[in-house]
């Protein structure tokens, strides 16, 4: 790809032009998706290493960067095209109270609000129930709202310049609505740790989540973008992004200052190897070019997520073994590293899998639940992703 | 919600972690008076109402010259091994003898707080016993809420509005209409995202007020005692016993002794507080306590019975109870009659109110003719000043004290609605058994698991720690380094020994409001 960015007074939407340029607010939301999803892998890092948190950690000033980002970058483009826009700049925005901007932007502006909102409500929830005694918590969730819609006004400020874009624009506007797909994967992954986790592998639980949160993206992915293969696009930046992480992370060195501590410690503790989406991804790319125009999105919906789900266990299943192993016990895999607060008196501490469920027959029941979810999950990304591709503004 | 189910839900919360919490009622801070090494120090550790949540503790090095001071916290389920390094105090402007810092408290429980000074003098350490355990909730400001409530209402209209945005002109090609058919779909899309945004809201409502009634729920409460006293045998003997489920589900550690007694117990008389007692009860079985009464006058008592567990967590129990007329006979509690119980050398009891109202000089008679002063300044709720009282001989001159129970000294502070009482020492208002617990805890040190197993109590081993040995000091006057914690009217019973007898003086004192604002009033 090659692309400029183009500079702050140019027009806000895409025409026709000599070379590719991005436009410098879609450049923005970008960086602050990306700054937000980095700062909170770091600070996951932060709370399994370190422990002790404060306002101003790295960590969480990545996440202010991101967040601070997308609202004034936003808002300086409505305020323009408000004050400083011509009747044509104005005519491909969307008018809120008075004043013109993207539907991308919007979401974004409300985005920073919500992480706004979260922070004066987390530090009370902390001064009356303690310290991030949850993960998930009422502030903490419209914190994640925030984020997610940041991340989603990206996408759509992407998506947008995508679908208005012609000649040279349209292969990075098309690359980088990629990104923003994978950025969202990465903070869907995240989201859904808890199920995620190594130990979980061989139960049917993680196949449910899975069948729950990839597919959406993944669908919407193949309906939206204009790649020739959009989903393994957006699941090779999501490993890519994982990776960077794992491989990044335990280069510094850190020990733990709060206790109680379980673990010996010596640099950052970075997160799971990813999930190898990438392999079901590259076959959804596959069998979509092949899917006759006019078929019904359900039968669609049917054939892709089972296919994503059967290859994903075909894969993941023999992997989760392979990582349980002594030979993933290396820098490249990172199997090594447990938070500090993890007793070691745990299974996955001893490398061993959680059974989750009671039997075999609960498990395939878990397995019937999965596939219904990865169709639903499929189906919901196909409309979303139509939706999307049809977005001007 | 039953007992059980109620420490069922705290057990859980707490990740199998025992609830533990300051071995007082109404004064959840912790004061010490100190030697580190070669320096002499005084620590306020100020716990935070919640957990995890950061305590601030200030460390004045009363004597010796000392340029650093670390703070550590640890835990006693996982020992030094498993707690974070030192974080250094700080030097507050303009006093170089006064250093402060934060200690992070994760988990409810006991904690020994190593601090260590190095200086011109050396390096020492002390060894002061922190709990940690919730005890409140913190209400939300008015102006908070409604910042928050106007917020949450901008996100929710902005959000309906998007919702109609995108749907009316997020596909419109620009410097075109949105058609009719748009506008239409719109319209039926912000109804639907209007209905799914107060289906969150109040999905979200449940969800804080579930967590908050769990919270509650696992608020620190004493393990519930019911007791008794049985006239039948002759003398009267107090009954205590662990009623509450934590306790007899033998999910605790078990108790571990305080000056060589398993239970401090007190009792006081009601209303007037007229009657004061400090008997030791003696373990019958695992959940009972019985003792022989002093004859104490009839009437209605408070009792406050301090216990230790071997975690090191000390609480207060508390019930009433009537003891009868001397002579009068009570019904039966149970089936098998107490049996005769030998009096406690160390049981003292003392019948009577304070001599001197309130006041800048207070003196107290003492039964052996001896008096018992304590001067003051104005007493102000939360400002730290130690209780300093002297004792004069009936011959006028500096009288010599013993140490009574392994200490110079025992004061019982109680507030007029018995909201507040401290068992207070002249090292400090924790007590030594936590300490020592914790001390051969890291002796008996099997790992960093889930529990710990502390090594055999040995009385000839010295300890690790060099610490302040008041009884090998004689003295005339004796200190108790404290803060009340609350504005209010207090009675303080002061116990030492003189020639072979306790005597105790009885005080009353009026604490006022800290015009600043420190102490919290009713």
């Not at chain 2, 006028?396 to 207070?424: C, K, N, Q, W």
């Amino acid at each position: 790809m090659e692309a400029t960015v183009r500079p702050l007074g140019a027009p806000l939407a895409a025409e026709a032009s000599p070379a590719a340029a991005v436009p410098w607010h879609v450049a923005a939301v970008l960086f602050a998706s990306t700054c937000v999803v980095a700062g909170i892998t770091w600070d996951i890092s932060w709370h399994s290493t370190i422990g002790r948190d404060s306002f101003w950690n790295p960590a969480h000033v990545t996440e202010y960067v991101g967040g601070l980002v997308a609202g004034l970058s936003c808002g300086w483009v409505a305020l323009r095209a408000t004050f400083a826009g011509t009747p044509a700049d104005r005519a491909r925005l969307i008018r809120f109270w008075g004043f013109h901007g993207p539907l991308g932007g919007w979401i974004c502006i409300w985005g920073t609000f919500a992480m706004l909102t979260s922070a004066p409500f987390d530090n009370w929830w902390h001064n009356a129930y303690g310290l991030d005694v949850q993960i998930l918590s009422p502030p903490h969730t419209v914190l994640a709202l925030g984020i997610l819609a940041i991340q989603f006004g990206a996408l759509v400020m992407a998506l947008a310049w995508q679908n208005n874009a012609t000649g040279h624009d349209a292969r990075p506007a098309a690359l980088l609505s990629a990104y923003a797909f994978g950025i969202m994967l990465l903070m869907a992954a995240i989201m859904g740790t808890e199920h995620f986790f190594r130990s979980f592998m061989h139960s049917s639980d993680f196949y449910r989540s899975a069948a729950l949160v990839f597919p959406v993206f993944l669908a919407a992915a193949l309906r939206s973008t204009t790649l020739r293969w959009p989903a393994t696009t957006v699941a090779a930046v999501y490993t890519l992004g994982r990776l960077l992480a794992v491989w990044i992370l335990p280069l510094f060195p850190a020990t733990p200052r709060l206790g109680p501590i379980y673990q010996d410690i010596t640099h950052m503790v970075p997160p799971d190897f990813p999930l190898l989406v990438l392999v079901p991804a590259i076959a959804l790319d596959l069998l979509f070019r092949r899917t006759p125009p006019r078929r019904s999105d359900w039968i669609n919906a049917v054939v892709l997520g089972l296919v994503f789900l059967g290859i994903f266990l075909a894969v993941q299943w023999p992997f989760a073994d392979f990582l349980m192993s002594p030979s993933a016990r290396n820098r490249f895999f990172a199997t090594t590293n447990f938070p500090y607060f993890l007793p070691k008196t745990t299974r996955s501490y001893h490398y061993l899998f959680v059974a989750r469920d009671p039997d075999r027959a609960a498990f395939l029941r878990g397995l019937g639940l999965a596939a219904l979810f990865a169709v639903l999950s499929t189906r919901l990304g196909l409309a979303w992703g139509a939706w999307m591709r049809a977005v001007r503004r | 919600m039953s007992p059980r189910a109620r420490h069922l839900a705290a057990l859980a919360a707490a990740g199998a972690a025992v609830v533990a919490f300051s071995g007082h009622i109404g004064s959840p801070n912790t004061f010490f008076d100190g030697d580190a090494g070669p320096y002499r120090i005084h620590v306020v550790v100020q716990v935070p109402p919640v957990v995890p949540g950061l305590a601030e503790i200030t460390v004045r090095v009363l004597a010796g010259r000392a340029d650093a001071v670390t703070v550590r916290p640890i835990f006693w389920r996982t020992g030094e091994r498993g707690s974070p390094p030192a974080d250094p105090a700080r030097p507050v402007p303009g006093d170089p003898r006064l250093f402060t810092g934060q200690l992070w408290l994760m988990e409810a429980g006991t904690y020994n707080v190593r601090i260590d000074v190095r200086g011109a003098d050396g390096a020492g350490a002390a060894l002061v016993p922190v709990t940690a355990a919730a005890t409140r909730r913190l209400a939300m400001q008015a102006p908070l809420g409604w910042l928050l409530a106007a917020l949450g209402a901008f996100l929710a209209v902005g959000l309906v509005w998007i919702v109609g945005a995108a749907v009316r002109e997020g596909g419109v090609p620009a410097g075109e209409a949105p058609d009719p058919r748009r506008r239409a779909r719109a319209r039926v899309a912000m109804l639907a995202a209007a209905g799914a945004v107060a289906l969150a809201l109040t999905g979200g409502r449940a969800w804080w007020n579930r967590v908050d009634a769990a919270y509650r729920r696992n608020l620190y409460r004493p393990l519930a005692v019911r007791a008794h006293v049985d006239a039948r045998a002759g003398a009267p003997t107090l009954t205590v016993a662990i009623a509450d489920s934590a306790w007899t589900s033998g999910r605790m550690t078990p108790l571990t002794t305080e000056h060589g007694k398993l239970m401090h117990l007190f009792l006081v008389r009601l209303p007037a507080r007229d009657a004061f007692a400090h008997v030791h009860p003696e373990p019958v079985d695992s959940t009972t306590f019985r003792v022989r009464l002093p004859p104490l006058p009839a009437g209605r008592y408070r009792i406050l019975a301090d216990i230790v567990h071997e975690s090191g967590f000390a609480e207060t129990l508390t019930d009433i109870v009537e003891v009868p007329a001397p002579g009068a006979a009570t019904a039966p509690h149970d089936a098998a009659a107490a049996p005769p119980t030998a009096t406690d050398p160390d049981d003292t009891w003392h019948v009577g109110g304070a001599d001197s109202p309130p006041g800048a000089l207070q003196t107290a008679r003492l039964e052996d003719g001896s008096t018992i002063a304590w001067r003051h300044p104005p007493l102000v709720a939360g400002r730290d000043a130690a209780l300093r009282f002297t004792v004069t001989g009936p011959d006028g001159r500096p009288a010599t004290l013993e140490p009574y129970i392994g200490m110079l000294g025992h004061a019982a502070v109680l507030r007029d609605d018995d909201s507040v009482f401290v068992h207070l020492h002249p090292m400090g208002s924790f007590a030594m058994a936590s300490r020592e617990t914790l001390q051969r805890r890291e002796r008996g040190d099997t790992g960093t698991g889930r529990w710990f197993r502390p090594a055999p109590a040995d009385p000839g081993a010295a300890p690790p720690m060099a610490h302040h040995a008041p009884a090998a000091r004689p003295a005339s006057a004796i200190e108790f380094p404290f803060a009340f914690p609350r504005p209010g009217d207090y009675r303080i019973w002061v116990q030492v020994k003189r020639a072979g007898h306790v005597l105790t003086g009885v005080f009353d004192a009026h604490v006022g409001a800290d015009p600043r604002g420190g102490g919290r009033a009713d």
